[in-house]
């Protein structure tokens, strides 16, 4: 039975020659891509598609918002709506009495 030191070293042995496989096949792998580009004439959209627009960050959701915030759909105080007139209604006060 091989011992602890013999098993790392046939380790770091077996883990070169599978990065040199890797790195062959690779090789190969690219120089057949890069031949069927060059003859049909491939653009690199054709290749890849075309660039993504890349999506804007919170930052930027909030710089586009109205000065207002008319519209707003998220949380936090709501608008002087119909229907907080109405509530002020019921006990008798009105918006203008508040």
């Known amino acids: 039975m091989a011992t602890y030191r013999e098993l790392l070293a046939q380790k770091r042995e077996l883990d070169e020659r599978i990065e040199a496989a890797?790195?062959?096949a690779a090789n190969q792998a690219l120089a057949s891509v890069r031949a069927t580009i060059a003859e049909y004439g491939f653009t690199p959209d054709e290749?890849?598609?075309k660039p993504r627009r890349e999506k804007a960050d919170?930052?930027?959701k909030a710089a586009r918002k109205?000065?207002?915030n008319e519209?707003?759909?998220g949380?936090?105080?709501k608008g002087n709506s119909k229907r907080e007139?109405?509530?002020l209604d019921l006990f008798g006060?009105?918006?203008e009495n508040a």
């Open 66 to 68: 109205p000065a207002d």
């Open 58 to 60: 919170k930052a930027d």
């Open 71 to 73: 519209g707003k759909a």
């Open 22 to 24: 890797r790195a062959e």
């Open 85 to 87: 007139r109405a509530n």
């Open 47 to 49: 290749v890849f598609g």
């Open 75 to 77: 949380k936090g105080r």
């Open 93 to 95: 006060d009105t918006a």
